[in-house]
C-alpha cells in the first residue's frame, strides 16, 4: 500500500513540482489549496506525512498543524516555508512540526528527510528495537512525541534534537563522535552542518543544566560524552 502524503501549499506551480517528485517516488499525494480544505483533507484519507507551507488562505501552516496535533501526535509534520527567521523555525517546532524546510528547498533533501521521518514514525521494528521512551539521569526522553522530561519542567524538541539526544543516550558514558552524530543525523560532515551540530548541542546542554546527575562533556576534536551519575 502507499504512504499517503497531504501537502498544503498555495503556490499551483511548485505543489506540481513537488507532487510529480513525490508520485515518482511512489507516495500518494494529495494537495490542498489552503489550510481549512487541508484540514477536512486530513481528517478524510488519514495520511502519513503532512506537508505544510504557513502563509495560506484561511488558515496558516501554525494554526493547521496545532489542529492537526489535536487530531493525531504521531503524524510527522514538515513545514516548508519561505519565513526564514529563527523565529518562524522555532515557532514551526512549537505549533507541532517535526522538521522546517525553508523555500527554495532542494527536492532531493526534502524526499531523504521525508523517507527519515517515515521510517523513524511507522516503519515495523523488531521489537528490541521498539523502545520509544529513554531514561537518563532524572530526565525521559519521549523519541515519539519528541519531548524531553526533566525533573523541572517538559520540552518540545526538534527532529534533530530528539536524534542528537538519543545518540548520546545510546552512548552514554562512552564518546559520541562528532563524525558519526553528523553522518546519521545531517547526511555529511561538512563544516557548516558541524556548526549547525554545535547549535543543537548548546540548546539540549541548556535544557539538561539543572539536572546534576549528568554532564555532556566536549571531547576536543573527537566528539561529546554523556556522563551519569559521575560515572567516568
Known amino acids: 500500500m502507499k504512504q499517503k502524503i497531504l501537502y498544503a501549499e498555495d503556490e499551483p506551480l511548485l505543489a506540481q513540482i513537488v507532487s ?101 514514525f511507522t516503519a515495523k521494528q523488531p521489537e528490541s528495537d521498539q523502545t520509544t521512551t529513554l531514561y537518563f539521569g532524572n530526565c525521559m526522553l519521549d523519541t515519539i512525541n ?9 520540552y518540545d524538541l526538534s527532529y534533530k534534537e530528539v536524534m542528537l539526544l538519543q545518540l548520546l543516550i545510546q552512548h552514554k558514558n562512552e564518546i559520541l563522535e562528532r563524525q558519526e552524530a553528523l553522518l546519521k543525523i545531517w547526511g555529511d560532515d561538512s563544516l557548516y552542518n558541524g556548526n549547525s551540530m554545535n547549535v543543537f548541542m548548546a540548546h539540549l546542554r541548556k535544557m539538561l543544566k539543572d539536572d546534576t ?17 559521575g560515572r567516568d
Open 213 to 229: 546527575s549528568i554532564q555532556v562533556m566536549s571531547i576536543r576534536g573527537i566528539g561529546y560524552k554523556l556522563i551519569e551519575n
Open 20 to 120: 510529480d517528485n513525490l508520485k515518482a517516488r511512489g507516495y500518494e499525494v494529495q494537495i490542498a489549496r489552503d489550510g481549512q480544505v487541508a484540514l477536512e483533507m486530513f481528517k478524510a484519507i488519514k495520511p502519513d506525512l503532512c506537508l505544510l507551507d504557513i502563509m495560506m488562505p484561511l488558515k496558516d501552516g501554525y494554526s493547521l498543524a496545532g489542529d492537526i496535533r489535536k487530531l493525531a501526535s504521531g503524524v510527522p509534520i514538515i513545514f516548508l516555508s519561505a519565513k526564514s527567521l529563527d523565529e518562524d523555525v522555532v515557532k514551526g517546532f512549537k505549533t507541532g512540526g517535526n522538521d522546517y524546510m525553508r523555500k527554495p528547498f532542494s527536492i532531493v533533501e526534502l524526499l531523504a528527510r521525508i523517507e527519515a521521518l517515515l521510517i523513524r
Open 146 to 154: 519528541q519531548q524531553l522530561k526533566t525533573a523541572v519542567t517538559t
